[in-house]
């Protein structure tokens, strides 16, 4: 319930930073994109007046623009500077020309630490015009600056309440897991008496007589049902303590006597259990866990595979991990492979084995609790899990 408790939290803090980030990001560039668009509509008017500002039918806040205009005729060279004393005529000119001949006509250049947004036109004349734009830009970076504070105190601001009502807010959900767990130990531990009756009644008709055909399916199946709660109360006692003890295990020998264990169960099958384990392979997991998950899916790959088919087991060192790979053969697979990893989720239209779909299930809490990885695939008929350490 932790591990849910952090994932939920994480991605409501994400999904607030994003949030966040996309409405900071938004305004900053739609701000940005007025100080250029209402820039260079004073340019143009500037362009079309002739090189001047028309100061008559705005306020006197046009007074303060910066600009200098240039002009440039087969015959004649208009430069216009008195809007800004710092560049000389020669300069104006000068950065018309080195605009022009590279090309631009438009953008901004920094003149002497000032930033002067331009756009250069060309017909019968060439008129460029050059517009100081620096307190706008000071102004619309400081207004950056401000909104990045705002929006980190309003992140913060929001994770505390977050925090505060999380709680609140997840309540019903670890009462309704709880009662989950509660009911499936409840119902394990009830479902065995019955059963013990069921199975010692089987076993005294049977000795009065004799052993048929019916008695052996009534216990089959009363072995079916002490498998299913065996499983049942492996998981919600996994689900209660999922605390795993970390340390050096010898991976190649757990393996390797855990394939040596399953051989006899496949040459009963008739399938055909094959490994390639490599020595010594160390391992940081947790040992009872580790076993687990090795029986889980030596288990599976023979319960699955096709009858008269092959197991192959490998354990290799790849990089810095190691991988432990099981593969067998499964003829026909028409569902997506990591659907195994549902809960009670089987695959057995064609092969009808026992199970329940919890072991695969368990297997991947199991391993991503210890800080591992495990993947399935299917391939040229064949099914893989591969599990990273």
Not at 294 to 313: P, Q, R, S, T
């Amino acid at each position: 319930m932790k591990k849910l408790y952090r994932r939920f939290m994480s991605v409501a803090i994400l999904s607030l930073l994003v949030v966040i980030t996309l409405v900071l990001v938004t305004l900053n560039c739609v701000n940005y994109a007025k100080i250029y668009k209402d820039s260079y509509e004073i340019i143009d008017e500037i362009k079309d007046n002739g090189g001047k500002i028309s100061y008559e039918e705005h306020n006197e806040s046009r007074y303060a623009i910066r600009y200098f205009t240039v002009i440039v005729t087969e015959n004649t060279q208009d430069v216009n500077t008195s809007a800004v004393h710092s560049i000389s005529k020669d300069q104006a000119l000068k950065f018309t020309m080195q605009k022009r001949d590279e090309g631009k006509s438009q953008g901004v250049v920094y003149i002497y630490g000032n930033a002067f947004l331009y756009r250069i036109s060309e017909g019968k004349q060439v008129t460029a015009v050059f517009m100081d734009i620096t307190n706008q830009l000071d102004k619309a970076k400081h207004q950056v600056n401000m909104s990045i504070v705002i929006g980190i105190s309003v992140f913060f601001i929001f994770v505390i309440i977050f925090y505060m009502f999380s709680g609140l807010l997840m309540r019903p959900f670890i009462k309704n897991y709880e009662k989950q767990k509660e009911f499936i130990t409840n119902a394990s531990h009830e479902l065995k008496t019955p059963l013990a009756i069921i199975s010692a009644n089987n076993e005294v008709m049977e000795m009065m007589s004799g052993e048929n055909e019916w008695s052996k399916s009534t216990h089959e199946q009363i072995e079916r049902l002490n498998k299913l709660i065996s499983n049942l109360i492996s998981m919600a006692r996994f689900q209660e303590n999922q605390h795993f003890v970390l340390e050096d295990v010898d991976s190649s020998s757990i393996v390797k006597q855990s394939v040596e264990d399953f051989i006899p169960l496949a040459n009963k099958q008739e399938k055909t259990l094959r490994y390639d384990i490599s020595e010594n392979m160390m391992v940081k997991t947790d040992l009872s866990s580790f076993k687990e998950v090795v029986h889980i899916l030596l288990d599976n790959a023979i319960k699955y595979c096709d009858d008269g088919g092959h197991i192959d087991v490998s354990l290799k060192k790849k990089g810095r991990n190691v991988i432990f790979k099981v593969e067998n053969d499964y003829h026909d697979l028409s569902v997506d492979p990591e659907t195994f990893f549902d809960r009670f989720y089987r695959e057995d239209t064609s092969h009808h084995q026992e199970g329940y779909g919890i072991g695969l299930s368990m297997a991947k809490s199991i391993i991503e609790g210890a800080g591992g990885k495990i993947k399935v695939h299917y391939r040229k008929k064949k099914i893989s899990f591969e599990v990273i350490l």
